[in-house]
């Protein structure tokens, strides 16, 4: 048998395209629309969205005795609107885990909720060197010290109002997507390049007339930043949940931006050794280069759907990501070696 093709630029195109789609957690559904519609393209899919906006992507196996769950998430970091202040600038509050830094100076787009979305950037209250000295490199990043300064003439909190922005309304930093021998430099890769992956695996799957050794759901989740996603959407009938999710590259980690990993621990404690120790298996059959490693500050949907009492094996793998939750960057290798892990796995 030969390994189905990976189709590079097809897993590069619509990854672009995902990362290009705004989808904080909570207001996901343009980048949970974009994948359904990629997923059009393979009649063999049953296509379903659950009742909390996730999509699953059921293809039947060869077998279904041991059917078979994979998930990756469309959600983002982000913020969302918790003051319009007197001065018609917006105060945020966070969506997900991640410092204020990681996003200064970055445009954003205001969903409104009674208007057009409006773009702006996200600044330190007091930005100007010029005025506030060397207060700009002191000021702590917190909620009251950062803002939305609008691109639109605002200069009163009515003014910000009667563009339609209103509390809670969703923001969404720029991903400034760029692409250069083969490094995707990208916010929000976490998780859109799991996601791209998994994509590619069911085109290699598709373009190779192959079908799945086991019936197979993939489960595009929608609620992972925020702890929840995978809590619900895998299919009861599931024997084993394969989390693809960024691995965590840093200072003592193996993980890098050329391999995938299989993450043994996380915050969450230890994934399944017998389905890790099968997924290594099968990377080693089949001549895929990964890592093993463990991620210190790390939470997964596959613990997600661990703790809302799921009681099937769970292992995770993914593409290592650099300066993850911060303005992220992945080499096409990783991709890759992830897509064809995902292959390998259901084929096997
Ligand atoms: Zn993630």
Same mark, same amino acid.
């Given at each position: 048998?030969?390994?189905?093709?990976?189709?590079?630029?097809?897993?590069?195109?619509?990854?672009?395209?995902?990362?290009?789609?705004?989808?904080?957690?909570?207001?996901?559904?343009?980048?949970?629309?974009?994948?359904?519609?990629?997923?059009?393209?393979?009649?063999?899919?049953?296509?379903?969205?659950?009742?909390?906006?996730?999509? #699953?992507?059921? %293809?039947?196996?060869?077998?279904?005795?041991?059917?078979?769950? $994979?998930? =990756?998430? /469309?959600?983002? +970091?982000?913020?969302?609107?918790?003051?319009?202040?007197?001065?018609?600038?917006?105060?945020?509050?966070?969506?997900?885990?991640?410092?204020?830094?990681?996003?200064?100076?970055?445009?954003?787009?205001?969903?409104?909720?009674?208007?057009?979305?409006?773009?702006?950037?996200?600044?330190?209250?007091?930005?100007?060197?010029?005025?506030?000295?060397?207060?700009?490199?002191?000021?702590?990043?917190?909620?009251?010290?950062?803002?939305?300064?609008?691109?639109?003439?605002?200069?009163?909190?009515?003014?910000?109002?009667?563009?339609?922005?209103?509390?809670?309304?969703?923001?969404?930093?720029?991903?400034?997507?760029?692409?250069?021998?083969?490094? #995707?430099?990208? %916010?929000?890769?976490?998780?859109?390049?799991?996601?791209?992956? $998994?994509? =590619?695996? /069911?085109?290699? +799957?598709?373009?190779?007339?192959?079908?799945?050794?086991?019936?197979?759901?993939?489960?595009?989740?929608?609620?992972?930043?925020?702890?929840?996603?995978?809590?619900?959407?895998?299919?009861?009938?599931?024997?084993?949940?394969?989390?693809?999710?960024?691995?965590?590259?840093?200072?003592?980690?193996?993980?890098?931006?050329?391999?995938?990993?299989?993450?043994?621990?996380?915050?969450?404690?230890?994934?399944?050794?017998?389905?890790?120790?099968?997924?290594?298996?099968?990377?080693?059959?089949?001549?895929?280069?990964?890592?093993?490693?463990?991620?210190?500050?790390?939470?997964?949907?596959?613990?997600?759907?661990?703790?809302?009492?799921?009681?099937?094996?769970?292992?995770?793998?993914?593409?290592?990501?650099?300066?993850?939750?911060?303005?992220?960057?992945?080499?096409?290798?990783?991709?890759?070696?992830?897509?064809?892990?995902?292959?390998?796995?259901?084929?096997?």
């Amino acid at each position: 048998m030969t390994f189905p093709v990976i189709d590079h630029d097809y897993l590069l195109n619509f990854l672009a395209g995902l990362l290009n789609t705004p989808s904080p957690t909570g207001f996901a559904h343009q980048a949970v629309d974009f994948t359904e519609n990629a997923l059009r393209a393979f009649p063999a899919l049953r296509l379903s969205r659950t009742r909390k906006g996730a999509l #699953v992507a059921t %293809r039947s196996g060869q077998r279904s005795d041991v059917p078979r769950a $994979l998930t =990756a998430h /469309v959600d983002t +970091l982000g913020g969302m609107v918790k003051e319009i202040k007197s001065s018609g600038r917006l105060l945020l509050t966070k969506i997900g885990s991640f410092a204020w830094n990681t996003v200064e100076g970055e445009g954003c787009t205001v969903f409104a909720a009674k208007g057009e979305p409006v773009r702006g950037s996200f600044l330190l209250t007091k930005a100007s060197t010029h005025v506030y000295g060397k207060e700009v490199g002191e000021l702590v990043r917190n909620d009251e010290n950062m803002e939305v300064r609008l691109d639109a003439q605002t200069v009163n909190k009515e003014d910000s109002e009667a563009l339609g922005i209103r509390v809670g309304d969703y923001v969404a930093f720029d991903p400034r997507v760029e692409i250069t021998n083969n490094f #995707v430099r990208s %916010r929000h890769l976490d998780d859109k390049a799991s996601v791209a992956c $998994l994509l =590619a695996a /069911v085109k290699a +799957l598709s373009d190779a007339g192959m079908q799945p050794a086991q019936t197979t759901t993939l489960l595009i989740s929608n609620y992972e930043e925020v702890g929840h996603g995978a809590a619900a959407g895998i299919p009861a009938e599931a024997t084993e949940l394969v989390a693809v999710d960024m691995a965590a590259v840093g200072d003592g980690q193996t993980s890098d931006e050329y391999h995938t990993t299989l993450c043994v621990k996380d915050s969450g404690g230890p994934y399944h050794h017998s389905l890790s120790q099968r997924l290594r298996q099968i990377a080693d059959q089949y001549g895929i280069p990964y890592m093993v490693d463990i991620y210190p500050y790390y939470g997964s949907d596959g613990e997600a759907y661990w703790r809302a009492g799921g009681d099937i094996a769970v292992a995770l793998i993914g593409p290592g990501v650099d300066a993850s939750h911060n303005y992220e960057r992945t080499h096409l290798e990783a991709l890759v070696a992830t897509t064809q892990w995902v292959v390998a796995y259901l084929i096997s």
